[in-house]
């Protein structure tokens, strides 16, 4: 069936409406990050840059690095941006342009988050880098589309059930990594843990500035919960719709997260720059060996 203009959106020059990238601009690999100057902290390392690219929040470089072709995209932050990010690369590799009808045969893309986040256990070392191996999302970007059965609902169903969820607020889901990438990363001395994936810095994190929360303890409810010997790890605002979307569509996803931040502590760590930039270069590594 033909997809119309109003949905899939094509710029003049033939380019994505976001992304503004064109098919061949896109690698099977691809990186993501949230900050758009944190492509360049990744692309310095290739071999060969031929993709520069940059609209809005979105700064994608496509290169080679040790060989092998990646593609480096910044997503902004949040999963609204999210939901444009994978629902326009997927468009890339599985939509024809000229046909505007999906291809016969999907083509399956890889792709790594790195980034920051915030600890939730005391016991987690600043500086260390921890695997997404869980997402559980306070956002709703999942509620939007159908054929979620690869939703974990007993994990969620708990959650909500230990920290009296309200329900002004989204139902909470569960998804788990990719395996085989899970398996890929997880030989190096990572922390495996469950990413609590929230919709805002502040409030929804439990910081407090000038304005009072809706649930003051929901930090210590988190700390607290576990379900089947797993505990929430640590925070931030992209990996649940990450591995949403990659799920919905038939992508390989996983996150990793450089740990800056300890928020039972009270810590931050003195080096952030050079911790991403260590999980950086293990990551490219990794991906092209």
Do not use: C
């Amino acid at each position: 069936m033909r997809i119309a203009e109003s949905e899939l959106i094509i710029n003049p020059d033939g380019s994505i409406y976001h992304l503004h990238l064109k098919p061949e601009d896109l690698a099977k690999t691809i990186i993501t990050v949230g900050d758009p100057e944190r492509v360049e902290s990744i692309s310095k390392h290739f071999d060969a840059l031929e993709v520069d690219v940059h609209n809005r929040e979105f700064k994608t470089h496509t290169g080679t690095y040790n060989g092998k072709r990646i593609s480096v995209i910044s997503t902004g932050i949040g999963t609204d941006n999210i939901d444009i990010v994978f629902n326009e690369l997927d468009a890339l590799v599985n939509i024809d342009f000229e046909k505007r009808t999906q291809k016969d045969v999907l083509t399956q893309l890889t792709i790594v988050r790195v980034g920051t986040s915030g600890a939730v256990q005391p016991n987690i070392p600043i500086d260390s880098f921890l695997i997404s191996e869980t997402a559980i999302g306070f956002d709703n970007l999942l509620h939007f589309y159908a054929n979620t059965s690869f939703e974990n609902k007993p994990f969620s169903e708990a959650f909500i059930k230990h920290t009296n969820w309200s329900t002004k607020k989204s139902a909470p889901y569960v998804i788990n990594a990719d395996q085989s990438l899970l398996n890929l990363f997880s030989e190096n001395d990572y922390i495996n843990g469950v990413t609590a994936t929230n919709v805002g810095f502040y409030g929804p994190q439990g910081r407090v500035l000038r304005l009072p929360l809706q649930d003051a303890d929901l930090n210590e409810k988190l700390t607290s919960f576990s379900f089947e010997g797993k505990k929430i790890t640590n925070l931030e605002m992209e990996t649940s719709g990450i591995y949403a979307m990659a799920k919905l569509l038939g992508h390989k996803a996983l996150s990793l997260n450089a740990i800056l931040a300890n928020r039972p502590n009270g810590t931050f760590s003195n080096t952030p720059k050079e911790t991403v930039e260590t999980l950086i270069k293990q990551t490219l590594e990794i991906l092209t060996k």
